[in-house]
């Protein structure tokens, strides 16, 4: 499967504390996350079984840390494309050129091309 989520990829930010010492995800993060979500279920009806491979093009000037996007958009994609992350045995991200900030995400079952 391929989609595009729209916007600045946002890459994971740390957990914060909060003033009583409940410790909680940023607001952005978890917005981002929920439009990755909300984009994913549009393209898979169930979450994919087995071993999964995930490719992740980022676009848009001045992208924050890869390895961060690549976090939010795996947890966005949690309990939707799969079950669990740990089913994901192969991640590859990169950093495209142009001007419309953009992430294009695939997933492909191992033993599949993308």
Aim: aromatic share 6%.
């Amino acid at each position: 499967m391929r989609f595009e989520i729209p916007g600045r990829p946002m890459p994971k930010q740390r957990p914060r504390v909060g003033r009583y010492g409940n410790i909680y995800t940023p607001r952005e993060t978890k917005a981002y996350e929920e439009l990755v979500g909300t984009v994913a279920r549009k393209h898979c009806k169930e979450p994919l079984v087995g071993d999964i491979s995930v490719a992740i093009e980022v676009y848009g000037k001045n992208i924050g840390d890869l390895d961060n996007i690549a976090k939010s958009i795996l947890d966005g994609m949690a309990g939707i494309v799969y079950k669990d992350d740990r089913q994901v045995t192969e991640l590859r991200i990169r950093k495209m050129s142009g001007d419309e900030e953009k992430a294009v995400v695939m997933v492909w079952q191992k033993g599949l091309q993308a």
